[in-house]
């Protein structure tokens, strides 16, 4: 449903995406990992309109990405990113309060927290009222408030201790078996990928240099795959 062709981007004479090629399907969930300054969140960027690309297409059930893909889309941002000055619902909803009346909004909002996990005393609490983990939870119950065909995820377990990253995991897994929903995660957290993933992209050097399931992630011969996986320093810098 999202196809991705020859994608390119570059920052002055700094080449940062170069040709990438990938494919969303109906349902799947795609993780995409690669070493700091990949350009995972420039690819994400680049899908979502907020960064132009230089070259190559981005198309959605087979016609460019545009305006209607904007309401179809959930997303849950790195460290949350919620609106301090507003409580918990209101962030949830704050999509849907352009196209319901408040009670009903609230309504979702508290069911979608409940989905997460979250309770409704949370719901008229401020963000920081919340530890991290929380914050998280709301953050994905107003990824998912407006029913979204596609959701991404920035680095969903950035901050969480072991424990609460494998249960955000958990939860994300649930909520796109669930909802059908498409999903496209960045991260360098190898625990969200064999919790999330249906197919793992591995982006180096501005192209998807592997792709395939977990399990062909575990038997793949690419050996910079291997080092990532394992968080191994290549041998050609070890000892140094
Ligand atoms: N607006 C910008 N202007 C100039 N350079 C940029 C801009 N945005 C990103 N870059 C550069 O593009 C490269 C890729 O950045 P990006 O944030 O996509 O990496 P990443 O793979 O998401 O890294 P990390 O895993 O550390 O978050 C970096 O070298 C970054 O400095």
Known sequence: MIEVRGLAKRFGDKTVLDGVDLTLGQGESLVVIGGSGTGKSVLLRCILGLERADAGSIMWNGAPIGPDFMDRFGMLFQNAALFDSLPIWRNVAFRLLRRMPRAQARQVALAKLARVGLGPEVADLYPAALSGGMRKRAGLARAIAADPQVIFFDEPTT????????????????????????????????????????????????????QGTVVQMDAAADSYLQDFIHGRAPQSQSGV
Request: proline share 2%; hydrophobic share 45%.
């Open 159 to 210: 901050g969480l201790d072991p424990i609460r990253a494998a249960s955000i995991n958990r939860l994300i897994r649930e909520i796109v078996d669930e909802t059908g929903a498409s999903a496209i995660t960045i991260t360098h957290d190898m625990g969200s990928v064999r919790a999330i993933a249906d197919r793992v992209a591995l982006l180096d050097q501005g192209r998807i240099r592997w």
